[in-house]
């Protein structure tokens, strides 16, 4: 099981940058792929950038698709997410998710994944 734990949220006004931090206990950090999600009250979870096992290939959703940018450094059991030109609909809870292997059709559901963390709070003021 790896535990994760996300850092790096906050307040930020449109336009502006933000990189969130997940940082990884457990073994074999580099066998896990990591995912980004991020919620807002009422809404489902919704996914937003996988990170392969190398950070070598990454999938976006598109409403973040050239905005964002998922990366890793295996070294440091840790995931990045770099958000930039931020929107006010992107105001959420930021989540980051592991999982050994996932059936690339199922890559965007939540439920694909085991392990979670508590999430980091990102606001984006307009």
């Known amino acids: 099981q790896m535990q994760l734990v996300e850092s790096g949220g906050g307040l930020v006004q449109a336009g502006g940058s933000l990189r969130l931090s997940c940082a990884a206990s457990g073994r074999a950090f580099n066998m896990y792929i990591i995912t980004w999600f991020r919620q807002t009250p009422g809404k489902e979870r919704e996914f937003v950038v996988v990170c392969t096992t190398t950070g070598s290939t990454s999938y976006y959703a598109d409403s973040v698709k050239g905005r964002f940018t998922c990366s890793r450094d295996n070294a440091k059991n840790t995931a990045y997410l770099q958000m930039t030109s931020l929107k006010a609909e992107d105001t959420a809870v930021y989540y980051c998710?592991?999982?050994?292997?996932?059936?690339?059709?199922?890559?965007?559901?939540?439920?694909?994944?085991?392990?979670w963390g508590r999430g980091t709070q990102v606001t984006v003021s307009s």
């Open positions: 998710a592991a999982e050994r292997a996932v059936n690339f059709a199922n890559i965007r559901r939540p439920d694909a994944y085991h392990d």
